[in-house]
C-alpha cells in the first residue's frame, strides 16, 4: 500500500490536547489515545496504547515553559521512532525558548538552536510550526520546516470589523516587517513604536514614530508574554490621538500580571490564537482558532500536496 494511502495518526501532548482535539475534527479522524504514567518525583513517561507502526504521525504540542512541555514532546518523539513510525511532524503551534535565538551578550546560550537539535535527534523528520519569534530559526533545523502565519487566522477577523482610518502598529522595531506586511495587505498606514529596556521585560522609555490621530489602530506582534509592551503602547497611542487601539498576538504567553495589565489598560481588544491554552478568561482578549489552518497544512503534508496557498502574506 502506497504510504499517502495510509490513514496519518494525530497524537496530542497533555498541555495541548484541547486544540489536538479541534485539528483532529477539522482534519476529518479520531485523535490517537496516549496514556502519561507519573512517578511521585515527577518523572513521566507516556506511550501510544495504539499501533503506529509504517504510519505518518503528528504530534502536536507546544513547548511553552516550563520545561516539562518541550520535555513531553522530545519523549512522545522518541517514542514514535522506536514503534517504527514510518514519518514523524512535530506540530508546534508555538515553539517555546525561541527569544533565544542568538547570542546577544557573551556566555549565554542559544536555546532555539539547542531545541531544534534536540527535536530531529528525538526523531522528528518534519516540523510545524507558526508565527516564530525569528525567521531565521528555520534554518536551525536539518529537517523540513512549515513555518505558517497566523495572518491567514487574523486577516479575515481584522476586515470584518470594518474600521475606517486604520493604521497598522508595530510595539518595537523588530516588529516592523510584520506590520508593513499587514499594512500592505490591508492597506493602511504605518506607525512603529521605539522602545528602549532597563532589562528583561522592563521598559525604560517608548517614542512613537509616525501619527496615529484620529486613527484606529492594530498593534500586530507574533507574542505577549508580560503585557508591559504591548499595554504601555496602546497607553501611548490614546495619549497622542488614537480612536482606538486593538492587539493582534498569535502567542499567548500571558505571565506575570499581564491579565490585569490588559484589563487595566486603554487596549480595547486583543485578538490571540489558541496556540497557547488561556490560564483564565478575560473580557478584552478573543481567541480564534487555528485549528483549521493546521489541520488543513497536515493534510496537505500527507497527501504531497502544496501549502503555499495557506500564506495570505
Known amino acids: ?172 522595531m523588530g516588529g516592523s516587517k510584520r506590520a508593513y506586511a499587514y499594512s500592505k495587505f490591508l492597506e493602511s498606514d504605518v506607525v512603529i513604536c521605539y522602545k528602549q529596556r532597563a532589562k528583561a521585560n522592563k521598559i525604560s522609555h517608548m517614542e512613537l514614530i509616525g501619527d496615529v490621530t484620529g486613527k484606529n489602530v492594530i498593534l500586530a506582534d507574533d507574542m505577549v508574554d508580560t503585557a508591559g509592551t504591548l499595554t504601555h503602547a496602546a497607553n501611548l497611542m490614546m495619549e497622542r490621538g488614537a480612536k482606538s487601539v486593538r492587539a493582534i498576538c498569535s502567542h499567548p504567553v500571558l505571565s506575570g500580571g499581564a491579565y490585569e495589565k490588559i484589563q487595566e489598560s486603554k487596549l480595547e481588544e486583543l485578538i490571540v490564537t489558541d496556540s497557547i491554552p488561556l490560564k483564565k478568561d478575560s473580557p478584552k482578549i478573543k481567541v480564534l482558532s487555528c485549528a483549521d489552518l493546521f489541520a488543513d497544512v497536515m493534510k496537505a503534508v500527507h497527501y504531497n500536496k502544496s501549502i503555499s496557498g495557506k500564506f495570505l502574506m
Not at 475534527?25 to 496516549?34: A, E, F, Q, T
Not at 504530534?59 to 512541555?69: A, E, Q, R, V
Not at 533565544?100 to 542559544?110: A, F, G, L, M, Y
Open 1 to 172: 500500500m502506497a504510504d499517502i494511502e495510509k490513514v496519518a495518526k494525530i497524537f496530542a501532548c497533555s498541555q495541548s490536547t484541547s486544540l489536538a482535539q479541534s485539528i483532529a475534527d477539522s482534519y476529518g479522524i479520531p485523535l490517537g489515545n496516549v496514556n502519561t504514567m507519573h512517578f511521585s518525583d515527577g518523572e513521566f513517561q507516556p506511550s501510544f496504547e495504539e499501533s503506529v507502526r509504517g504510519s505518518r504521525v503528528f504530534i502536536i504540542g507546544s513547548t511553552f515553559p516550563n520545561s516539562d512541555n518541550l520535555m513531553e514532546m522530545l519523549l512522545m518523539l522518541d517514542a514514535a521512532k522506536r514503534s517504527s513510525a514510518r514519518h514523524i511532524t512535530a506540530v508546534l503551534p508555538y515553539f517555546g525558548w525561541a527569544r533565544q535565538d542568538r547570542k546577544d551578550k557573551p556566555r549565554v546560550p542559544i536555546a532555539a538552536k539547542l531545541v531544534a537539535k534536540m527535536l530531529e535527534t528525538a526523531g522528528a523528520t518534519r516540523i510545524i510550526t507558526m508565527d516564530l519569534h525569528a525567521d531565521q530559526i528555520q534554518g536551525f533545523f536539518e529537517k523540513p520546516v512549515d513555518h505558517l502565519y497566523a495572518s491567514t487566522v487574523f486577516l479575515p477577523y481584522l476586515r470584518s470589523l470594518k474600521l475606517d482610518d486604520l493604521t497598522i502598529a508595530s510595539p518595537d
